[in-house]
């Protein structure tokens, strides 16, 4: 099992930046890819970024260039800075964790294995 305990959200201006920090505990050698999702409120989770072991990363369309994806293997953390912020941007962002290898990085999209309560980023005008 693994626990994944988000940090980092809040309010912040349009333009403004915020840092999320995803720490994990249990059998974090196990795993080989974390990502980041958001939900907000009346629409689908999306995945907005992953990290592999290797790292390899991905993003979606709407956050690259603005967001960065990290992880500290040495202290089983993985990162979000979310730079030049849009209101539509406002969501729970939710920090996961997958154990499967060989998944194509576009894959990640439909879910991973442990997922942590999330954290809400509002970005406001």
């Known amino acids: 099992q693994v626990q994944l305990v988000e940090s980092g959200g809040g309010l912040v201006q349009a333009g403004g930046s915020l840092r999320l920090s995803c720490a994990s505990s249990?059998?974090?050698?196990?795993?080989?890819?974390m990502g980041w999702y958001r939900q907000a409120p009346g629409k689908q989770r999306e995945l907005v970024a992953v990290?592999?072991?290797?790292?390899?990363?991905d993003y979606a369309e709407s956050v690259k260039g603005r967001f960065t994806i990290s992880r500290d293997n040495a202290k089983n953390t993985v990162f979000l800075q979310m730079d030049s912020l849009k209101p539509e941007d406002t969501a729970v962002y939710y920090c996961?964790?997958?154990?499967?290898?060989?998944?194509?990085?576009?894959?990640?999209?439909?879910?991973?294995?442990?997922w942590g309560k999330g954290t809400l980023v509002t970005v406001s005008l």
């Open positions: 996961a964790a997958d154990r499967r290898i060989g998944v194509p990085l576009h894959e990640y999209s439909s879910g991973m294995d442990y």
């Open positions: 990290i592999t072991r290797s790292p390899l990363t």
């Open positions: 249990g059998k974090f050698f196990s795993i080989v890819a």
